[in-house]
């Protein structure tokens, strides 16, 4: 074993903290200090963490990369690797007389945390001078496969592989074809691009998720899709209530509304759910009512083999579910749960096992619902299976919903079963 970094160690502790005046500096801060270098210099994003901090601090990596010795040395204003503790690895002793094998019983040492060591992997895949319909197959297949992921356990396990996909096939869309398959793999693209939005807005990665809703939403254009230009727009839509801009959301929700004609009920459906959502948000209940009465009207007419394969999530139980949300405003001004909760109840019953995620949530807010305007007792019996499907979830919107349960949880505390949600949920939440 070798030797803990003891200088490393030193320097860092006699160096200041900027966040914390009187403290010396972190190995979070350090680390972080060291990527912002680094990306001023090199124009390339690193991901220096605490942990590799840790790992150089134990001798555990005794000669780091050299982006990284340099931007230690700056950032802790010394002169040489040496001053920071750091040496080059001796060469391995090789013998001669018997053939190399690996010793799996110590194992290989990478000189990095496995993030640094794969930080720069990049593999070109050869881009086809001219696309046919095998290549919008492939396109529409990678997206079906990442969609399912990010609808099982979140968009922190899809997100990263999507984006990667994404940039792939994007190139596509330079390649030569004749004018339909061009259309259709715009569309692709354009699918494939929405899929990768939502993962990032799902995990709270809020400028990449806006990025890649442009992105979806010139490719509907070029392709010349109103279909796909609606449902990112609503996307869109629900991306600018959860940061707060309403004013930004109603705009895009009445885009999205723009040639009606051109979408399938279900996509009509869809998008008066979001608007309804809208209103309530704005406290124009009565408007929402009447939205959502729309929404049910489009819906009854819907026919799955109408649909473009973005709105395959939209079925009964998304539907009741996405009502249920703007319906939730005014039950809660009344104090009953009344349709809204039903409507809940119904999308946790009508859920399939392809969309825990969405189970999860409609599960949540029932539980939020019932603790501020019915029995807090029900409530917690909701919650209790809500938190156990949360915790399989890679999402920041989950933890955003289960933190609400906690606040509307607050008003019941003199309940020893609320006591013990409200421990569950801390349990939880420490997790995400």
């Not at 919650?383 to 509307?408: F, I, N």
Request: proline share 5%; with cysteine; glycine share 6%.
């Amino acid at each position: 074993m070798s030797p803990p970094n003891d200088l490393l160690r030193t320097v860092r502790m006699n160096t200041p903290s900027r966040a914390l005046p009187g403290e010396p500096l972190s190995r979070r801060e350090l680390a972080e200090a060291a990527n912002v270098w680094l990306w001023q210099t090199t124009n390339k994003r690193y991901e220096l963490d605490a942990h590799t901090i840790a790992r150089y601090e134990r001798g555990a990596v005794r000669w780091p990369g050299r982006h990284y010795r340099a931007a230690l040395r700056h950032v802790l204003g010394v002169a040489t690797d040496a001053d920071l503790g750091f040496r080059p690895n001796p060469p391995p002793k090789v013998v001669r007389s018997e053939p190399a094998v690996p010793d799996f019983g110590t194992g290989i040492d990478l000189g990095a945390s496995p993030s640094e060591f794969l930080a720069h992997l990049v593999i070109e895949t050869p881009t086809p001078l001219r696309i046919g319909q095998t290549d919008v197959d492939q396109v529409r297949a990678t997206t079906h496969a990442l969609a399912t992921s990010e609808n099982l356990f979140g968009g922190g396990l899809s997100c990263e592989a999507a984006a990667g996909q994404l940039r792939w096939a994007a190139r596509l869309l330079e390649a030569r074809a004749d004018n339909e398959t061009r259309r259709e793999m715009f569309e692709a693209v354009g699918n494939l691009a929405g899929v990768v939005a939502f993962s990032a807005f799902d995990i709270g990665d809020q400028r990449s998720a806006a990025r890649c809703f442009r992105f979806a939403l010139w490719c509907s254009e070029e392709g010349g899709s109103w279909a796909l230009r609606a449902a990112t727009l609503a996307d869109m839509a629900r991306q600018a209530v959860y940061i707060g801009d309403l004013d930004e959301a109603l705009s895009l929700i009445e885009f999205a509304q723009v040639r009606a004609d051109r979408l399938s009920a279900t996509g009509r459906a869809m998008v008066s759910t979001v608007r309804a959502r809208l209103l309530a948000t704005l406290g124009r209940h009565a408007e929402a009512v009447a939205e959502v009465d729309r929404a049910d009207s489009h819906f009854v007419d819907h026919d799955p083999a109408d649909d473009p394969p973005w709105l395959i999530y939209y079925d009964e139980a998304e539907h009741q579910g996405g009502t249920a949300r703007a319906l939730t405003p005014l039950a809660v001004a009344i104090g009953e749960p009344g349709k809204a909760g039903e409507r809940l109840a119904a999308a946790i019953r009508l859920h399939s096992d392809s969309y825990p995620r969405s189970r999860a949530f409609s599960r949540t807010r029932l539980a939020t619902l019932t603790m501020t305007t019915g029995d807090p007792r029900d409530a917690v019996a909701l919650g209790r299976q809500a938190v156990a499907e949360a915790v399989t979830l890679h999402s920041r919107r989950m933890t955003d919903e289960l933190r609400a349960l906690d606040r509307a949880a607050l008003r019941h505390v003199g309940l020893p079963e609320v006591t013990e949600l409200r421990r569950s949920l801390a349990v939880a939440l420490g997790a995400s």
